[in-house]
């Protein structure tokens, strides 16, 4: 049994996050091992694609975040799509599967088969139509279109997310194994925190690393073009984000804690691996760039992965060293599910 829980961009400021002693799902990480991990791409799509695919992006050919980049186009639907890891878990090893939340950015658009186009590989399927939002969105439900307005109680998105991933484990086969995975837009802009967690971290800054509002002479011509010292008025804005993006996180922590909770009373909890990650990280001041991500340095393309599950041994936050990469999901993915079949087509 596997579970993927993978929130937007910036598991490094998640790391922060879960090791902070406001953080409510502390007592849940404790029983999660941590591994370095790096992504691809730091940039949403391509990552997102090697996740799935186990490719890098010049063997699956999504280079950026537009259809004429192959995010969520008709040839990455028809090329690789039927080879993602829930496909094939799906197909050859007789898995329920559930995706809940961002696919690709692209996901939806009219001119890629809209919110009907469900991939291949997933039994239940509630997507994000396109890229992040928190209120007045659409979503595709098993290929139908479903809105939502601005109401707390019945349109926040990483909520409604959690209901569904719980309805989804009450209702599901227990004959079956099962794979899920979560993907909250949290914590990608418009950072649109729950309103319980409004005027949480009001003296919250984002981390004064020793490369903070520093420049990067000796870095690559882009990095190199940062205004140094920022601006007040640019520290102010990346401190503000800062604290909102945390904001949103508590609300991917209730996530966590609900799913863990359903697992356990249903007696799947020590039979499941759950893998904590994201598709890319981001920078916050680090050689003087304000807010971004695209750079092929650390803190862009770094993020953590919390994994546990059989055999994995607990608070392993810093022992843990061996170096993994977004798309070795796909081949630990079968793996774990004790796949017998080819596994040679997911490392192209």
Same mark, same amino acid.
């Given at each position: ?63 950026? +975040? ?14 690789? =799509? ?14 329920? @599967? ?17 919110? =009907? ?66 993907? @909250? ?18 003296? @919250? ?7 903070? +509002? ?49 697992? /356990?009373?249903?007696? =799947?909890? /020590? ?12 920078? @916050? ?64």
């Amino acid at each position: 049994k596997l579970s993927l829980s993978a929130p937007n961009h910036n598991m490094s400021l998640a790391l922060h996050f879960h090791t902070n002693d406001k953080c409510n799902i502390s007592a849940y990480f404790a029983h999660f091992a941590c591994v370095s991990q790096f992504v691809a791409s730091p940039l949403c799509c391509p990552s997102r694609a090697s996740i799935l695919t186990g490719k890098y992006p010049h063997n699956h050919h999504v280079i950026n +975040n537009t259809l004429q980049g192959n995010c969520s186009s008709l040839a990455w639907q028809k090329s690789q =799509e039927p080879q993602t890891f829930p496909a094939l878990l799906k197909s050859f090893g007789g898995y329920q @599967t559930f995706f809940a939340g961002k696919y690709l950015n692209q996901y939806g658009h009219s001119d890629a088969g809209g919110l =009907e186009h469900v991939p291949p590989g997933w039994s239940y399927w509630v997507a994000l139509e396109k890229n992040s939002k928190y209120y007045n969105y659409t979503l595709s439900v098993n290929g139908k279109a479903q809105k939502h307005g601005a109401d707390y109680s019945r349109d926040y998105l990483t909520d409604v997310l959690a209901n569904r991933s719980l309805d989804f484990l009450q209702y599901k086969s227990s004959y079956q194994p099962f794979f899920m995975m979560v993907s @909250t837009p949290a914590p990608h802009s418009p950072w649109t925190a729950a309103p319980q967690y409004q005027d949480r971290f009001n003296d @919250t800054k984002a981390p004064r690393d020793p490369n903070f +509002n520093v420049h990067g002479k000796d870095k690559h011509w882009l990095i190199r073009q940062a205004k140094t010292p920022m601006s007040n008025s640019s520290v102010q804005f990346l401190d503000d984000a800062f604290r909102k993006r945390w904001r949103t996180l508590l609300s991917v922590d209730d996530l966590v804690e609900k799913i863990v909770k359903k697992l /356990e009373v249903r007696g =799947e909890l /020590e039979n499941t691996y759950i893998f904590f990650t994201s598709d890319n990280g981001y920078h @916050t001041g680090q050689f003087s760039l304000p807010l971004d991500k695209r750079q092929l340095y650390e803190f862009d393309i770094r993020v953590p992965l919390l994994v546990r599950g059989p055999n994995i041994k607990p608070n392993q936050t810093s022992q843990v060293q061996t170096f993994t990469h977004c798309h070795d999901f796909n081949s630990n993915s079968y793996v774990n599910a004790k796949w017998t079949g080819d596994r040679s087509k997911s490392r192209k």
